[in-house]
């Protein structure tokens, strides 16, 4: 699909979407979980669906009839040749640590983006915790025979804590008794804040000292029923709070300001910035600010937000610094190639130093056409940036928001702005 987006001022409020980073944690609880788990403003992202599909094919009942969506499961009871994860990054290293419990060989298997997503170190992890690996690159598909040893686990956390994510689910699922989890080199840590959050609401009890430590201890009979409800998204809400601050008078709702989700640090980065923003219970509203002021940000925790922070740099006065470049390679693109090809088409004059990228501000965004690179966080940021181009910005791949937001572009639409779609 390519999109073509011409330069508007919006107006009017939107709900932000449900998080896929929890409605994902929550299925795998779900699965894992003997009875029925009932899930409010659940997410049907390209992502969510996935994964749905996939504890589906684990064993679970999904009922997707009613509003919410009910889940009924007596835990890992069908353990199949293969299974997909579409595009997951997150459900093929979250689940996988999950399935090498089991003594049988199991086939990993993806699409898209994600057959391009290189998987040596959950591979090295698994080795090293006495899982057989048989593949002859460090991609999927690959198989893999269980089963894993939780006795004493070490991990290197330095590249994705997800299959830190999926390592502790495992640990708390198959815990008998007391186990410790031992991590060095932490990142994106506000996410494992949100893996521990949902294993509470399932019973699991595990404590942490410093994201190095993780103790896990056997769950707590909470009965045979769990109800929860999917928290908005940030890292989708992110793009609006950005497109009102530079190009409009938006009120972003559903967002809960004492989230534990790592792209809540938008807030920050905003304030920082001296943009014209209003917090209130639950929903943020935010306008167009004339003298953004240049700000200086740790991506490292909160990777996903580089892109739309590269296109609120470009709006703001002097020069902004995001550090955190290296968590950047190997997401649904090389995202630091990404943002240096579609930004600099935009005309954005940027910097790379290390693991710092530096952008000057006041930049001038010309009207072009680029790449997504498949990517749905380009996708997005660029779609936003046009809206401050003097002329129509064509993005190609436009299709990859489906991803984590299908609603994107008609959510741009509904606040005034001109999009033409073309598949």
């Given at each position: 699909m390519i999109a073509t987006v011409h330069p508007n001022f919006l107006k009017g409020s939107i709900t932000a979407p449900p998080s896929k980073s929890m409605m994902q944690r929550i299925c795998a609880l779900a699965l894992l979980h003997s009875g029925e788990t009932i899930i409010h403003n659940p997410g049907f992202s390209e992502d969510d669906s996935a994964t749905l599909r996939l504890i589906e094919c684990l064993g679970a009942v999904v009922d997707k009839k009613s509003q919410a969506l009910h889940i009924k499961s007596e835990g890992m009871l069908n353990i199949p040749q293969e299974v997909d994860f579409g595009e997951s990054g997150l459900a093929c290293r979250m689940f996988a640590p999950i399935l090498a419990l089991f003594n049988k060989s199991i086939t990993l298997n993806?699409?898209?983006?994600?057959?391009?997503?290189?998987?040596s170190d959950l591979m090295a992890l698994?080795?090293?915790?006495?899982?057989?690996?048989?593949?002859?690159?460090?991609?999927?598909?690959?198989?893999?025979?269980?089963?894993?040893?939780?006795?004493?686990?070490?991990?290197?956390?330095?590249?994705?804590?997800?299959?830190?994510?999926?390592m502790i689910i495992a640990c708390a699922y198959?815990?008998?008794?007391?186990?410790?989890?031992?991590?060095?080199?932490?990142?994106?840590?506000p996410y494992l804040n949100?893996?521990?959050?949902?294993?509470?609401t399932f019973g699991y009890q595990v404590e942490h000292k410093n994201y190095e430590h993780f103790a896990i201890n056997p769950k707590i009979d909470i009965g045979r029923k769990v109800e929860c409800s999917i928290e908005s998204d940030w890292s989708s809400a992110a793009y609006f709070l950005v497109a009102g601050v530079i190009a409009g008078n938006l009120e972003i709702k559903g967002l809960d300001r004492d989230s534990v989700q790592a792209d809540a640090a938008i807030l920050k980065v905003l304030v920082d910035a001296k943009a014209d923003i209003e917090v209130g219970e639950n929903s943020i509203i935010v306008r167009k600010t004339q003298n953004l002021q240049s700000f200086h940000f740790d991506a490292t925790h909160s990777p996903d937000l580089f892109p739309i922070l590269v296109c609120l740099a470009a709006f703001c006065s002097g020069q902004s610094s995001i550090k955190g470049l290296g968590r950047l390679c190997n997401k649904e693109s090389n995202r630091k190639d990404s943002i240096l090809d579609v930004f600099g088409n935009l005309g954005v004059d940027l910097t790379v130093d290390g693991d710092v990228l530096f952008i000057n501000g006041n930049s001038a965004i010309r009207s072009c056409q680029v790449s997504a690179h498949h990517d749905h966080r380009m996708?997005?940021?660029?779609?936003?940036?046009?809206?401050?181009?003097?002329?129509?910005?064509?993005?190609?791949?436009?299709?990859?928001?489906?991803k984590s937001f299908p609603d994107f572009f008609n959510a741009l639409i509904s606040l005034g702005a001109t999009v033409s779609l073309t598949h």
């Open positions: 993806g699409k898209g983006t994600l057959l391009k997503r290189d998987m698994l080795s090293s915790l006495d899982v057989t690996i048989n593949s002859s690159t460090s991609f999927l598909p690959f198989e893999m025979k269980g089963p894993i040893n939780t006795k004493e686990v070490s991990i290197d956390g330095s590249k994705s804590s997800q299959y830190i994510t999926g198959s815990a008998n008794s007391p186990i410790e989890l031992r991590v060095f080199n932490t990142v994106s840590n949100l893996t521990l959050h949902c294993l509470r996708a997005m940021s660029a779609a936003i940036a046009a809206l401050r181009a003097n002329g129509p910005v064509t993005i190609h791949q436009a299709e990859s928001v489906k």
